[in-house]
């Protein structure tokens, strides 16, 4: 009996297969940075943790609502090029929150997401990393 090898539907289907566990990993990573920064303010976040929610009082004595970073946080997965998963934020002031500045020390909210969820991914990925 004579095998038909179809490169085309076996390509799909891996394509698929990797595109789905992309997917779970963004949104795994995506969970667990919006846990992560999901502490409520005051106090604000020490050097080193993640930054906390916080609503503040402007000057005319209004409150405002705070979490912009943790609402923004967002994965997206790209398979058109280099099959690549993307996880952050479109908000400036993430970078700085995460590097931090001359006057700011770091409060990382993005690289500790990662490095706590790598043994999570590799059970996604299939294989250790």
């Given at each position: 009996?004579?095998?038909?090898w179809n490169d085309t539907d076996l390509l799909k289907l891996v394509g698929k297969?990797?595109?789905?566990?992309?997917?779970?990993?963004?949104?795994l990573l995506e969970r667990d940075i919006k846990q992560n920064i999901s502490v409520p303010s005051p106090p604000p976040s020490s050097p080193g943790e993640p930054p906390h929610i916080g609503g503040r009082v402007t000057k005319a004595g209004k409150s405002r609502?705070?979490?912009?970073?943790?609402?923004?946080?967002?994965?997206e997965v790209d398979t058109v090029i280099d099959d690549v998963v993307r996880v952050g934020t479109n908000v400036e002031y993430g970078f700085f929150l995460e590097k931090g500045t001359s006057k700011m020390r770091p409060r990382p909210w993005l690289r500790p997401a990662i490095d706590e969820a790598d043994n999570k991914i590799a059970f996604i990925w299939g294989r250790p990393l």
């Amino acid at each position: 009996m004579p095998v038909k090898w179809n490169d085309t539907d076996l390509l799909k289907l891996v394509g698929k297969s990797v595109e789905v566990k992309l997917g779970a990993i963004g949104a795994l990573l995506e969970r667990d940075i919006k846990q992560n920064i999901s502490v409520p303010s005051p106090p604000p976040s020490s050097p080193g943790e993640p930054p906390h929610i916080g609503g503040r009082v402007t000057k005319a004595g209004k409150s405002r609502r705070g979490g912009r970073l943790r609402r923004s946080i967002a994965h997206e997965v790209d398979t058109v090029i280099d099959d690549v998963v993307r996880v952050g934020t479109n908000v400036e002031y993430g970078f700085f929150l995460e590097k931090g500045t001359s006057k700011m020390r770091p409060r990382p909210w993005l690289r500790p997401a990662i490095d706590e969820a790598d043994n999570k991914i590799a059970f996604i990925w299939g294989r250790p990393l």
